[in-house]
Every structure is written in C-alpha cells, then in structure tokens.
C-alpha cells in the first residue's frame, strides 16, 4: 500500500579492528542505525572510545556520524572496518593496550617518566603535559581491562596513579565496572566526578 513501511529486518555485520585484526560479531543490526549510534555501542563492545573510531566500509573512506547504514549500503553478514586515529600514536598506543603489551605501552606516554619522549609532548607546559599523560593512561585502562589484561592494568594504576578522564560517550558507569572487574585480582572501585560548572563523568579507578 502507498505509504506503508515494511518492518525493520535485523541483521547481522562483522566488525574488523585493523590496529588488532580482531574480530568482533554485531548480531543486532538494523538499516536505520546512525553511524554515531554504532560507534556507542562499539565503545562497549571493542573498548575503543568513541572520539578515537574511524568507521570504513568497502574502502577506506571515513563513514559519516549523522549517516545510517542504509545510507553506506552496509549489507547484512558484511564487515565494517574500525581504525584507530593515527595521530601522535593512538594507533600503537591502543594495539599494545589490547594486546597486553604493557613494557611497549609504557614507551607511549602513559606515564610522567616517559611523556617527554613524544615530540607532541615535549612542547606542552608541565599541567598540558599532565593531562596529556593522564588522557593516555585512560584510554590505555580502558581497553586493557576490556580484554582482561590484568598485569597491565595494575602497571597503569600503580605508575599513572588515578586515571581520572570525561567518558567520551553516554557509556554507563556500571558498564566500565564490569569491564574492570574481568581484572579481578584486586579492588577497583568505580565513582563519579561532578566538577564545578561542568556537566561531566568521570572514571576514577583506584586500588
């Protein structure tokens, strides 16, 4: 009939993160799905955060936010690639956090003893460079404890001391607790942060 929709169909796509080659599995997909609606959810999923998500399909064209996967003619069973922004190392820094790589990851500026090495650091004043290091002890927290690399996660709490950072997307705290919690050889606690005059959470690990 004219004006009629037919229903949604659900889908399944698969999900290469190229810095990894890992594979992960997107059972629940459907055609109206914005692309900054799956990045969300791959947040949780891939434990990439969402500013760091580059989104391709069949080429190496970045996908856009606002477009949906009918828009990209994403087909079911097809596989969307996900790259990390390789800008001043995230590409590297994120691989050796996946990869519980933690002797490499301390090389990438996860730490105050090791920041000056990166050539962006090195022209930031000492509270730029602190919160540089601290950005990068976060996301490095976040994607070792997503896969559960516990040596690496104790390293990043006892050398960066608390990672305190925005989450980047409507992620739930109980969710990131979860993830942290596949490390559970000891206590990590979960809370939120309210600045002044910012409407913000934070993740504040700590022993």
């Known amino acids: 009939m004219p004006g009629s929709s037919s229903p949604l169909q659900t889908f399944s796509l698969q999900l290469r993160l190229a810095e990894t080659n890992e594979i992960f599995s997107l059972p629940q997909c459907q055609n109206d799905f914005t692309l900054k ?28 936010d606002d477009s949906t996967l009918m828009d990209n003619d994403v087909v079911p069973g097809g596989t969307i690639t ?25 090389q990438l500026g996860v730490t105050e ?45 006892s050398h960066g001391g608390e990672c305190i950072w925005p989450i ?20 990590i606690k979960v809370g939120k942060l309210r600045m002044e005059n910012r409407n913000e959470n934070f993740l504040l690990p700590c022993f």
């Not at 990045?39 to 856009?64: A, C, N, V, W």
């Not at 980047?168 to 206590?187: E, G, M, P, Q, R």
């Open 37 to 64: 609606q799956l990045k969300s959810d791959l947040e949780l999923l891939t434990g990439i955060p969402f500013h760091f998500q580059r989104l391709h399909y069949l080429d190496e064209m970045d996908l856009p």
């Open 82 to 106: 996900m790259r990390i922004w390789r800008q001043d190392g995230w590409g590297h820094l994120v691989a050796a956090a996946a990869k519980g790589h933690t002797m490499k990851l301390a």
């Open 113 to 157: 003893e090791y920041a000056g090495t990166s050539p962006y650091a090195k022209i930031l004043g000492p509270e730029q460079k602190k919160e540089w290091v601290a950005h990068r002890a976060f996301v490095a927290l976040f994607v070792a404890s997503h896969r559960g690399h516990v040596n690496t996660v104790k390293f990043l709490l």
């Open 168 to 187: 980047s997307s409507d992620v739930d705290l109980k969710t990131i607790k979860t993830a942290l919690a596949n490390c559970n050889k000891f206590d």
